[in-house]
C-alpha cells in the first residue's frame, strides 16, 4: 500500500505533458497584452505621425476595452459551440489582423476600427485560454499553466514599457503592431499543436442576453471613462449633449445598471423555464468566482 503513491507519482511524471502548447497560449496572451499596453506608451509618436488630437487617439483603446468585456461572454458560447481550439485559432488571426491594419493606419478612424475588431477577436480568444489549458493539462501541470497565465499581463505590461517604449522613439510606433501581426502568425502555425477541443451539441446563444449585458456594461465603462471630461453631475462644455444643463454620465450609469439587473431578471427566467442563459449564475455563488 505505501508503494503505490510512489508508483503514481512515477507514472504522472512519465506522462508529464509537453509545455509547448502552454508556450502558444501565453503567446497569444502576449499578442493581447502588448497591444493595450503598446498603444499608451506609442501615445506621443502616434499624435506626431497622424497630427491627431490625444484625445481621439486614446479613444482607440476605450473601443477596445468596451467590445472585450461587452461581448467575452458570447465568445465563451462561440467557442463551445465550435469547439475552442478554432475559435482560438481563428480570433488569433482576426486580432492579428486587426494590428496589421494598427500598422498601416492614416488616422484615428481607421486606428479605432482596427481596435474595436481586435476587442471582438480579444472577446473569442480570452475565453478560449483557460478551456485549452485544461485541455493540455492534468494535475499539478495545470495549476502552474493557469499560474502562469495569470502573470502574462504584468509580464507584458513590463515587456511593452520597454520594448515599444525604443522601438516608437528609435524607429516608428508602427513596427510595434507589426511585431503583434507577426505574434499573430507563429500563434497561428503552432496551434496545430495543442491538442483539439470538440464543438459541444446544443449549444445555443442567448441574444437578449448578449444585447443586455453589451448595452449594460458599455454604457457604465463609457461613462465611467468621461466622467471627468464630460461632468460628474453638471455637463462641461466637452460633452456631447446636456440633459437641461446636467452631464449624460449619470443617465449613462444609471441605464447601464438598469440594463445590468434586466440580464441578471432575464437569465434568471431562462433557468426557471429550462433554457440555459448567457452567464451560468452558479458562477457567482463563490466569492472567489465573483473575483475572477
Do not use: C
Not at 485549452?132 to 502552474?144: C, D
Not at 528609435?170 to 464543438?199: D, Q, Y
Not at 455637463?235 to 437641461?244: E, G, H, T, V
Amino acid at each position: 500500500m505505501a508503494t503505490k503513491p510512489a508508483a503514481s507519482t512515477a507514472v504522472e511524471a512519465t506522462l508529464k505533458a509537453s509545455w509547448l502548447p502552454l508556450a502558444i497560449i501565453v503567446l497569444a496572451q502576449l499578442q493581447m497584452g502588448i497591444n493595450i499596453n503598446a498603444l499608451p506608451v506609442s501615445l506621443g509618436p502616434i499624435v506626431e505621425d497622424l497630427n491627431a488630437p490625444a484625445t481621439s487617439i486614446s479613444t482607440a483603446l476605450v473601443l477596445y476595452s468596451l467590445f472585450v468585456a461587452a461581448f467575452v461572454m458570447m465568445g465563451a458560447k462561440i467557442g463551445k459551440m465550435f469547439g475552442e481550439r478554432l475559435v482560438f485559432q481563428v480570433s488569433a488571426v482576426g486580432h492579428g489582423a486587426a494590428m496589421a491594419l494598427m500598422a498601416i493606419s492614416t488616422d484615428a478612424r481607421m486606428m479605432n476600427i482596427a481596435q474595436s475588431v481586435a476587442g471582438i477577436a480579444a472577446a473569442l480568444l480570452v475565453p478560449t485560454l483557460v478551456v485549452l489549458i485544461a485541455a493540455n493539462y492534468r494535475g499539478r501541470q495545470q495549476e502552474q499553466s493557469l499560474g502562469i497565465l495569470a502573470s502574462i499581463p504584468a509580464v507584458a505590461s513590463g515587456l511593452t514599457f520597454v520594448i515599444a517604449g525604443y522601438i516608437a522613439t528609435a524607429l516608428n510606433w508602427r513596427f510595434s503592431f507589426g511585431l503583434i501581426f507577426i505574434i499573430s502568425l507563429v500563434v497561428l502555425f503552432l496551434s496545430f499543436r495543442m491538442k483539439s477541443v470538440p464543438r459541444q451539441k446544443g449549444i445555443s446563444i442567448d441574444f437578449v442576453g448578449v444585447v443586455l449585458s453589451a448595452l449594460s456594461v458599455a454604457l457604465i465603462l463609457f461613462g465611467f471613462n468621461n466622467l471627468n471630461a464630460w461632468g460628474i453631475v453638471l455637463a462641461k462644455p466637452a460633452a456631447p449633449i446636456s440633459i437641461l444643463g446636467l452631464s449624460p454620465v449619470p443617465f449613462m450609469l444609471l441605464i447601464g445598471v438598469v440594463l445590468g439587473q434586466a440580464f441578471f431578471a432575464w437569465s434568471e427566467r431562462r433557468v426557471a423555464h429550462k433554457k440555459t442563459p448567457l452567464l451560468a449564475l452558479e458562477v457567482l455563488d463563490s466569492s472567489e468566482e465573483r473575483n475572477a
